[in-house]
């Protein structure tokens, strides 16, 4: 299967994890210790920090895990991101899934869902039907792109050439 990969980081909580390991599709852990590169692209799902805090300025930082800011500092595995989903905590107020905001913002790329804690299973079946059809136009999008630009690598058949 093409490049349907997911990329989470879940703390000790596991929440993250466990919704992981509900979608039943091939994901790779960010490690909570050392670093990961991938090499295909992939979906980020993580959890939302800091949300909790007295300040109710969401410019204030702290959302994005630092073992996440980590690996997306790393410009391959930046480069092959391709959308974010984030969990939260909806006593967060604002700051539910602020995570996801601020990543799909700095990494330009689409913010696709949103879950609370460990998600319900509607939750679930939404971001399995989801992430299929994202998949799947992301790689109709690929394969226009490479194609269209297959054909202007072409040389100009001699019977085309303006005399």
């Known amino acids: 299967m093409q490049g349907r990969n997911l990329v989470y980081f ?3 909580s596991e929440n993250t994890h466990r919704f992981v390991q509900k979608l039943g ?3 790779t852990r960010i490690p909570l210790h050392g670093h990961i590169e991938v ?9 939302t920090y800091g949300g909790g805090r007295a300040t109710p300025d969401l410019q204030a930082g702290g959302y994005v895990p630092k073992q996440v800011i980590a690996f997306l500092n790393n410009k ?5 991101l391709c959308g974010v989903i984030a969990a ?4 967060f107020g604002a700051g539910f899934c602020y995570a996801g905001d601020v990543v799909a913002h700095k990494c330009g790329v689409p913010y696709l869902y949103r879950f609370e804690l460990m998600g319900t299973e509607d939750d679930v079946v939404a971001v399995r039907v989801g992430l299929g059809n994202f998949w799947t136009d992301f790689w109709k999008e690929q394969t226009c792109h490479q194609l269209s630009l297959q054909s202007r690598q072409l040389p100009t058949p001699m019977c085309c050439r303006m005399k």
């Open 10 to 12: 879940s703390s000790v």
């Open 25 to 27: 599709v091939p994901a």
């Open 39 to 47: 090499n295909e692209p992939y979906v980020l799902v993580l959890p």
């Open 76 to 80: 391959h595995n930046r480069a092959l």
């Open 88 to 91: 939260g905590n909806t006593n």
